[in-house]
């Protein structure tokens, strides 16, 4: 029972870390990036084939984010400059060729086979049973990082060139800002980010395959974003953590209660529903966008203290 | 050279075009309408093929019988997705943070979610085939067909002539291709814009239902028969230009072409055939990067890019 | 001193031509005047210096520098900064994040130097904060500091552009119809501001306006544009009683 709950709260944490990346590129960029399960599956990949050829889990760590950063920027080249729609469907056409590439390449990536075997870190000192009593608190601690660092890009003068360019791109170009290299920077954060996420995903599963890289996943972490709330950091954690309760919550009452519907597709379909119903009713999630905690703001807050 | 058979590369570059033809025809007048890319098209074509079973499975009739009802199924989810979800999104205003074209998206991909794992919580996530008699085989030089090729590809041809003489010849569909073109105009004119969308997304839905069924009938079905066809299609769409029914159906038989001298091309390089997709997805890619609107646009869909 | 020189613009949308060799000139730290009815070319002119606009043919320099057909926020970095006839605030700052937004070479804005040179960020920041400060005093828009400018009347939105355009530290500000739609007390204040900016920071103003009042009482040197050609320039007053200007107005030309 408590593996069952360590294992959601991983799973949380690791989606967590992908919904805050997805903020910022979507969020706060107004990057409609549809294929964050490519760079999430480059991080997975890469970690699980460098493990299994021996490096460590902080080696891989780096090389997943690099090599999804590496994606992100390659991608953005093409692509930033064309219009949303346009946009949207070459980010799900760019992770389906990933997909591809996964499955197809077999003499890198064993193909449809996936990858089994992965070493998990420590795994001589710490016992199997407690495990996840001890990779939980890692993941926390990558969340816990990608948090601060996403507050911090957030509430910066590069984050409020991010929000010029999500209100106004006219006049933040006629302001001097170059909207491409900001927006190549918004996808490059938010790519390596999601590689930290494949990397903790691929050593937690032990075994990855293309079949957990599918369009579906992006999909679900935008519904993550939307439940939590636009351009809310904290609130991205907050969805991740709600999908991932009621992902599980479902699969508990499979077990208890008889359901006329199998609970797998009833889980995919009630977030149909809540995807359509916040479309209709409160597009911008549950806790709205956070007020700016920048620089200048403090500056303000003591500023008026002062006054008094 | 190169080992290819000539005959059956064209017999299945036509099978694969006519197949697409129709995927795409609904997606791009959707689009062009509706203006934005609509991804629960996917499931019109799942939900065809699975009325078309539906009818052979527990009413025994046979393919004619399924065909009609592919159609006519997948047109009435169409509007019923228009009239409860899209119609009311297209009034909801640009709230700050999501524009439009995001939350019709989005809604789009929900709905998706609604329908295709309803048809899996119905019908069962494995593969599922007709119950027919096996197809007569024909040869013909070097090519292999069966008869149920031919049905798909004249059966293709002819809906498409009944959309061209629809659109071109009655008053619905020449209201039909003047809001598209020109919406504003079109509802300034006295046009029943209400009339004309509504049989938009019928058609549409009931066209990709009816090519939903030809897929069934040609491989299998699946609760992902449509997503699997979608993004080809919208490859389809993209080359063919966004709302131009014409340039959809040429489009798709370029795409049948090249899809399938792609996959010989892949077997004389000893690649994996597993890349067959992404065949397409290039085309889609390149010229969304080169010729965003398409080999067929109008001046009006440059500006717009 | 010759500070903006416009040699010989052409541009042609499809068969429409809407700029037909345009010679102007700027001075610099003058209050210079863009004139002519609609559909003269004062705002596809004024698209092309600015950069949204790429020309057929003619060239555009600043400073000797020549800067035709680059991308607008290069021209920007030129010192060269416009308004918006529709003022285009970023509804979801505030109106101090939208001033400060306006600053150039924000080190802030590298994420290396958010990472390593933390301290310099901040002191580059606290200093732009002084300037923001200063620059809405300057505007009478102090009060308004941490409002969301979404919330902003139109006036006051029209009063933050200039206060963007201010902190972006400008060499010359091309201003769109400042006072379209706005009332007659407003309209004065926004010169008197102008006029302030000029005197106060040395700046050089070129401004597409329609109100010919507004120009006789506030332009030193005014150009008159008809179907994509200046056809008189220099001293308002001179001008205004030129034949072919008062044709155009009176509505006397074909």
Redesign the interface.
């Known amino acids: 029972m408590i593996n069952f709950i360590l294992d959601a709260l991983i799973y949380a944490g690791v989606f967590g870390i992908l919904a805050i990346s997805l903020n910022i590129e979507a969020g706060f960029t107004r990057l409609m990036n549809y294929g964050k399960v490519a760079f999430f599956g480059v991080g997975a990949y890469t970690s699980a084939l460098l493990a299994l050829s021996g490096y460590n889990f902080l080696v891989t760590l780096v090389a997943a984010i690099f090599m999804s950063a590496l994606a992100g920027f390659l991608i953005s080249l093409p692509t930033l400059r064309l219009r949303e729609d346009y946009f949207a469907i070459v980010t799900v056409s760019a992770g389906e060729i990933l997909r591809l590439f996964f499955i197809s390449e077999a003499w890198l990536t064993n193909g449809t086979r996936g990858l089994p075997g992965i070493p998990r870190p420590l795994a001589d000192i710490i016992p199997t049973e407690n495990y996840l009593l001890f990779y939980t608190p890692v993941v926390f601690v990558f969340l816990f990082a990608c948090y601060l660092i996403a507050t ?2 957030v509430n ?3 984050g ?2 991010l ?2 360019i ?3 791109e ?10 491409f290299k ?1 927006k190549t ?1 918004s996808l490059i ?1 938010g790519s390596s980010m999601a590689g930290i996420a494949g990397h903790l995903f691929s050593y937690h599963l032990r075994f990855i395959s293309p079949d957990m890289f599918f369009p579906v996943l992006t999909f679900t972490i935008w519904t993550m974003m939307i439940i939590g709330g636009i351009a809310n950091i904290k609130g991205s954690i907050l969805g991740a953590l709600i999908v991932q309760t009621f992902e599980r919550g479902m699969s508990i009452v499979k077990d208890y209660v008889n359901l006329p519907i199998d609970p797998l597709n009833f889980r995919i379909i009630v977030i149909g529903f809540i995807l359509i119903l916040f479309m209709m009713y409160r597009p911008e999630g549950i806790i709205p ?1 956070e007020k ?1 905690k ?3 703001t403090r ?2 807050e003591n500023g008026t203290a002062e006054d008094k | 050279m190169v080992l290819v058979n000539l005959p059956q590369l064209f017999v299945d570059s036509i099978l694969t075009g006519s197949v697409l033809a129709l995927g795409a025809i609904g997606l791009t007048l959707v689009y062009r309408v509706m203006k934005f890319p609509n991804f629960v098209h996917a499931e019109f074509l799942t939900f065809g093929a699975y009325s078309a079973y539906a009818v052979n499975q527990y009413l025994g009739l046979g393919l004619f019988a399924g065909s009609i009802s592919s159609f006519v199924a997948s047109g009435m989810l169409a509007v019923i997705s228009y009239r409860s979800v899209f119609s009311k999104l297209e009034n909801v205003s640009s709230s ?1 943070t999501t524009t439009k074209l995001t939350s019709m998206l989005i809604a789009s991909i929900g709905l998706g979610f609604i329908f295709r794992h309803s048809i899996q919580e119905i019908w069962g996530a494995n593969v599922l085939y007709f119950n027919i008699e096996a197809p007569a085989i024909y040869e013909y030089f070097t090519a292999r067909f069966t008869s149920f090729d031919l049905i798909i590809i004249l059966s293709s041809i002819l809906l498409v002539l009944l959309l061209h003489v629809f659109l071109t010849y009655t008053n619905l569909g020449k209201s039909i291709r003047a809001t598209s073109d020109n919406p504003n105009l079109s509802l300034i004119s006295g046009i029943d814009t209400d009339r004309v969308i509504y049989t938009v997304w019928f058609l549409s839905g009931g066209t990709e239902g009816f090519a939903g069924f030809l897929r069934g009938v040609d491989t299998r079905l699946s609760p992902w028969l449509g997503w699997n066809v979608l993004l080809i299609a919208f490859a389809v769409v993209i080359l063919g230009g966004i709302g131009s029914f014409y340039g959809a159906i040429i489009a798709a038989y370029i795409i049948g072409f090249v899809e399938n001298i792609g996959v010989v091309a892949l077997i004389n390089l000893d690649l994996p055939t597993s890349y067959r997709p992404a065949i397409a997805f290039s085309i889609l890619i390149l010229m969304l990067i080169f010729r965003p609107q398409g080999l067929f646009s109008t001046a009006s869909d440059r500006k717009g890019g | 001193m010759e500070q903006l020189k416009i040699n010989n613009i052409r541009k042609s949308f499809g068969g429409i031509v809407a700029l037909d060799g345009v010679d102007f000139s700027v001075k610099r730290k003058s209050i210079t005047g863009l004139v002519g009815p609609n559909g003269s070319g004062k705002t596809t002119l004024f698209n092309s210096i ?1 950069g ?1 606009i790429p020309v057929d043919e003619g060239s555009i320099k600043f400073n000797d520098i020549d800067i035709t057909n680059l ?3 290069k021209i ?2 030129h010192g060269i ?2 308004s ?1 006839q529709i003022p ?7 109106v ?2 939208n001033v ?3 600053a ?1 070479d ?6 290396l130097p ?1 990472l390593f040179r933390k301290k310099e ?2 002191k580059q ?2 200093e ?2 002084e300037r ?1 400060k200063e620059i809405l005093e300057l505007l009478d828009l102090s009060h308004l ?2 409002e969301y400018s ?1 919330g902003l009347s139109g006036g006051q939105k029209k009063l933050l552009e200039l206060a ?1 355009i201010l902190m ?1 530290d400008p060499d010359i500000i091309l201003l769109d119809e400042p006072i379209a739609g706005v009332n007659p007390t407003l309209a004065n204040k926004i010169f008197e501001k102008i006029i302030d900016m000029r005197d106060k920071y040395d700046k050089t103003f070129l401004i597409v306006e329609h109100n010919i009042d507004i120009v006789r009482d506030y332009c030193e040197y005014i150009g008159v544009m008809n179907r994509g050609k200046i056809i008189a320039d220099g001293d308002p007053s001179k001008v205004f009683e030129d034949e072919k200007v008062l044709n155009i107005y009176l509505g006397l030309e074909d």
């Not at chain 3, 285009?88 to 505030?94: D, E, H, I, L, Q």
Request: hydrophobic residues 35%.
């Open positions: 911090q890009i910066s003068p590069f409020r060139v929000k010029s999500r209100e106004d006219v006049a933040s170009k006629s302001l001097g800002k170059d909207i900001f920077k954060i966008e700016t920048s620089i200048s500056l303000e | 700050g | 600015t949204f991308s607008p926020d920007a970095n900064i416009r918006f285009k605030p970023f509804s979801k700052m505030t101090l994040e400060l937004l306006s150039r924000q080190l802030g804005e590298n994420i958010l960020v901040i920041e606290t732009n904060h923001a500091t941490n979404a963007r972006a």
